[in-house]
């Protein structure tokens, strides 16, 4: 679950406006904690020869023609974003997130998941389904993420409340 | 396709729904002001409603106070000075900012009291000074110095005159008031600069405004009744009200309508005046108070002579008001004074007390303590000193305690005995019985060499018997009781049948004669040894 922050999205704006450059070291220094996250994630992407070769994006035909797996287009997917996004359905707007962009690598993420590794596709995908419920399991971001231990959100936290603690005392000086 | 991401941190925007919830509220407060600006007209209307029925109730309320105060007055024989003691309420409304609502009641208090109209005005300015200086209201102050005129002083008390309740009583209320008016001195005049005396200026325009407008509206709605009373006007306020009700469907047109309705009462005002003169001028006079001023001239003559009288009796009924109060003070110091005297009498009467001197003579003598507690409590208790004699018997009923039962019960009680002192004698005769033994000689047998041993009798061991429990009590008044007899009850009285009769000695004496005398006849004579003390 994300840590709730109030006032952070105005104060990143502030730093827009007022010390881009400050906004910048935010900016980077949130990515610093989330690249590992994402450079693990994207190693946990099996290669093409490791999949079903049915699912190849030059094999898939029909439904499975417009999913088709292709591991650079996987791993690609796998990326991070360390500004605030637009207000979701519930009024959240995140700081920063992990995302699972292509459909390939959101198959691989989550196949076998809710239903269990049955059938014919899910168990024959390997990797390790890792996570805290049922919504945070996966076997690329999530499982990265899970074996962070939190350190990424510690970081993005820490950073937000040191740019805040930097533009205070900016503040003060003015 | 399910959103895959993970959010490390978030923060809480508000959720569209709010938004959209708060546009609604913003067009629901739109469409409220709309609405409020179209029921304002209905509200207006229901406020004027509302002023309406409060200005003529306030006018009833004054109307009704005012009947009452002129009543007061005309019983008072004082009807020519109506318009004198209206004039003084106006008056002192204005200076003091106190409504007449509050004056009138007051100033009939004081009124119906002392019976003079100067002098009740005199008090109510005093009143109104004391309730500025004390924060009482007038209402209980005047009635208060309306009782103290009176010769009830008690109610003068709460004024915190430095003054007892005997002094209350014994002072006359002039000097009572003295005292009050000299610790509330200033008060008035110092409450005239203050806010609140402002506010309660403004307070008696507003009411006399609204009695005003009371006044007016009444005469106006009695008139559309076709009527001249209160009731009437009663029903036209109704027929209003429920016009206001109805004009509430037709928002828009409410104020017009009550405009119109208003200027409808006008317009009938002044046709029933056109169109029915009225020739007693009873309609203009129904409502006003009676003036009690004579159109003639001589009506002030009138008034003066009256007041003139009124004042006359005002003045007897003080005077002998204040003559049964020094009367009743008076016969109190005679009372005190006569009781004085029966005690010096009785002081007197002690020195020839023939006991009295007897017990005085007694207690010169050697006396012990106890006898000399005994007649001293003695002449306390003929002297009706209760304190003391209490004091003395106590004391005495203490000594009874220490002295007497208690000295009883111990000079009852054994000496302390040896315990042991029996074991010389048992020892002896263990001895002896065990020499028995040896020698086989029984005890009081004489021994092979001649000497007999005598056996010892076996000495009593047991431990005297002490005064038990039940032998003691104690009885707060008398002290402790000493009963060794307690445990020892009277002997139980034995009734022994015989069988057979029972003779008298000199009949037995008579028999045992004739049987000797017939023995002796029949051979065998009695014989009586003297010397061997035998008979046979």
Known sequence: MPVKLQGAVALRKALAVVEPTLAKETSKEISSFLKPVVKQARGYIPSNEQIISGWLIANARGTWARVGYDAAVARKGITYKSTPSRVNRQGFSALASIFNKSAAGAIYETAGRKSGLTGNFSPRLGGEIKGDKQKMQGRAIFRAFEEDRGKAQDGVVKAIFKAKSKFDSMKDKV | ?536
Not at chain 2, 44 to 62: E, I, M, P, T, W
Not at chain 2, 183 to 206: C, F, I, P, R, W
């Open chain 2, 1 to 536: 396709m399910a959103d895959l991401r993970i959010d490390l941190a978030a923060e809480f925007r508000g959720k569209k729904a709010f938004k959209e919830a708060d546009q609604a509220v913003s067009g629901l407060d739109r469409a409220v002001g709309k609405l409020g600006k179209q029921i304002a007209g209905v509200f207006a209307a229901q406020k004027l409603y509302a002023f309406g029925k409060a200005s003529v109730k306030a006018f009833a309320q004054d109307e009704a106070a005012a009947a009452r105060l002129a009543t007061a007055v005309d019983n008072l024989g004082l009807s020519f000075s109506q318009t004198r003691v209206t004039d003084f309420i106006q008056n002192l409304e204005k200076t003091s900012g106190i409504v007449d609502d509050v004056l009138r009641p007051a100033m009939q208090a004081l009124l119906t009291t002392t019976g003079s109209l100067t002098k009740s005005q005199e008090l109510l300015n005093n009143a109104i000074q004391i309730s500025r200086a004390s924060g009482i209201d007038l209402a209980t102050v005047s009635q208060d110095l309306a009782n103290g005129y009176v010769g009830i002083t008690r109610g003068l008390k709460k004024y915190n005159t430095g003054l007892t309740q005997a002094e209350l009583k014994s002072k006359s209320f002039n000097e009572v008031l003295g005292i009050m008016l000299a610790k509330s001195a200033g008060a008035a005049d110092a409450y005239l600069t203050t806010t609140s005396y402002k506010m309660d200026v403004l307070n008696v325009a507003a009411d006399n405004a609204k009695e005003t407008i009371g006044k007016g509206l009444v005469d106006a709605f009695a008139k559309m009744s076709n009527g001249t009373t209160a009731s009437d006007a009663a029903k036209t306020i109704d027929n209003i009200a429920k016009a206001i009700n109805g004009i509430t469907s037709a928002v828009g047109g409410a104020i017009g309508a009550l405009t119109r309705l208003y200027q409808k009462i006008d317009s009938t005002t002044k046709k029933i005046h056109d169109n029915y003169p009225d020739p007693f001028g009873l309609r203009d006079n129904a409502n006003k108070m009676p003036a009690g001023r004579s159109s003639s001239p001589a009506g002030t003559y009138a008034r003066i002579k009256q007041q003139k009288e009124a004042e006359a009796a005002a003045a007897k009924r003080a005077k002998e008001l204040a003559a049964l109060q020094a009367k009743q003070v008076k016969a109190s110091k005679a009372l005190t004074a006569e009781q004085k005297k029966q005690a010096a009498l009785k002081k007197a009467g002690t020195v020839f007390d023939l006991e009295q001197i007897q017990l005085v003579a007694a207690l010169k003598g050697k006396l012990s303590e106890d006898e000399k507690l005994r007649v001293e409590a003695q002449l306390a208790l003929l002297n009706g000193n209760v304190e003391l004699a209490k004091k003395l018997t106590d004391q005495i009923l203490a000594a009874q305690d220490s002295s007497g039962n208690l000295a009883k019960f111990l000079a009852a009680l054994p000496d302390a005995r040896n315990p042991f002192q029996y074991l010389d004698a048992y020892l002896s005769y263990l001895a002896g019985k065990a020499a028995s033994i040896a020698t086989g000689t029984p005890f009081g047998q004489a021994q092979p060499n001649g000497n007999t041993q005598v056996s010892p009798t076996i000495p009593d061991t047991n431990v005297p018997s002490y005064p038990s429990d039940n032998m003691i009590t104690y009885n707060p008044k008398t002290g402790l009781n000493y009963n060794p007899n307690v445990n020892n009850p009277p002997p139980a009285v034995i009734n022994v049948t015989v069988q057979g009769s029972v003779i008298k000695e000199q009949e037995l004496i008579a028999q045992i004669q004739n049987g000797t005398q017939l023995a002796s006849l029949s051979g065998s004579p009695s014989q009586i040894g003297r010397i061997a003390g035998m008979f046979g």
